[in-house]
């Protein structure tokens, strides 16, 4: 009787300290768990994750850190280019964060690689790569989380302007110096130089209306054929798909593009141009009228064909585009 009545004076207390045990336990495997990361961040600024280090540091609770992580697959027989690029870019942001004002424990990086982690691919039902997820330190990932890389690009810059918005962490990029820029402007212009004082008694090319419009010409194909916008965005070269193997060279978005796809553009374009000068010439030139009718043929085929080419790519990018000609 004496020990249950020692029972029923004392279960209150046991009670009142069960949350507060459970409350110390919790924290201290937080900062274990926040500690580990600042291991292996110091380390390394992109953490190698597989399976058991996902489910324990990025599922698993408690975690006060949020987790920005590039899902990839870099091994040789996956013949990802894209992946590698992506990857530099990664690399670059997540060491301009780690050696900068910006850094915190409160975001990590990290790569989850395809044959390291194909548990993590089948249990987030991924089947492409590379893709970028944020975990937020509190809730599920939204449709926000994760990157529109085929919109955006994988430009480290970019990129982190993506994480700013989903961390409010600020990272300003630091690029290597790339001199292949200057350097070229510096060859073009000592080139250009050399040729004028070779020919400094006779700059008649400088006013020769062929070499201004064959320039003007390049200079406007360069333009609408979609550079600037790769040069803005940086997105990559084409896509293949890790588990088809298929590679894509036109984006199936009217919102994005890939680098191929502004080639395949120029030169369509650059076609449908050369066939609009065959048929000029052969309007308004003297040659013998054999030529001019081989000419006005010529011009007419390469304005149908490349253009109807250009058309379905249209209409593959812009769904529901009701107008074809020749191929659908």
Not at 164 to 191: E, H, K, M, S, W
Not at 227 to 238: E, F, L, S, T, V
Not at 255 to 265: D, G, K, L
């Amino acid at each position: 009787m004496f020990g249950k009545l020692l029972f029923l004076l004392f279960l209150p207390v046991i009670i009142y300290n069960d949350p507060a045990d459970a409350q110390k336990k919790k924290e201290t495997l937080l900062s274990e768990k926040v500690t580990q990361m600042m291991e292996w961040t110091s380390k390394r600024s992109v953490i190698r994750m597989n399976g058991d280090k996902f489910r324990r540091f990025v599922k698993a609770p408690p975690r006060n850190y949020s987790v920005v992580i590039m899902f990839t697959a870099l091994q040789p027989q996956r013949q990802c280019g894209v992946c590698k690029q992506a990857d530099e870019e990664f690399q670059m942001l997540a060491n301009s964060w780690r050696y900068s004002s910006a850094f915190t424990n409160k975001v990590f990086f990290a790569t989850v690689d395809f044959d390291e982690g194909s548990d993590v691919f089948q249990m987030l039902s991924m089947n492409s790569a590379p893709t970028f997820l944020h975990f937020p330190a509190k809730g599920k990932p939204r449709k926000t989380d994760t990157y529109e890389l085929q919109v955006r690009g994988f430009a480290a810059e970019q990129l982190a302007r993506w994480v700013a918005d989903r961390t409010d962490v600020q990272i300003r990029v630091i690029r290597p110096p790339n001199y292949a820029g200057p350097l070229l402007l510096g060859f073009l212009l000592a080139v250009i130089g050399g040729l004028a004082y070779l020919r400094r008694h006779n700059l008649e090319f400088l006013f020769n209306k062929n070499v201004w419009a064959f320039s003007a010409l390049c200079f406007v194909l360069i333009m609408t054929s979609g550079q600037m916008w790769n040069h803005i965005r940086g997105p990559p070269y084409a896509h293949k798909n890790p588990s088809t193997g298929q590679v894509s060279y036109i984006h199936g978005s009217s919102q994005a593009q890939f680098v191929a796809e502004t080639h395949i553009i120029l030169l369509f374009n650059a076609a449908v141009t050369m066939g609009m000068v065959l048929l000029c010439e052969a309007a308004t030139s003297d040659m013998d009228i054999g030529k001019r009718k081989i000419m006005c043929v010529a011009g007419i085929g390469l304005v149908m064909l490349f253009f109807s080419w250009l058309l379905s790519i249209f209409r593959a990018k812009y769904h529901g585009y009701p107008y074809s000609f020749l191929m659908t």
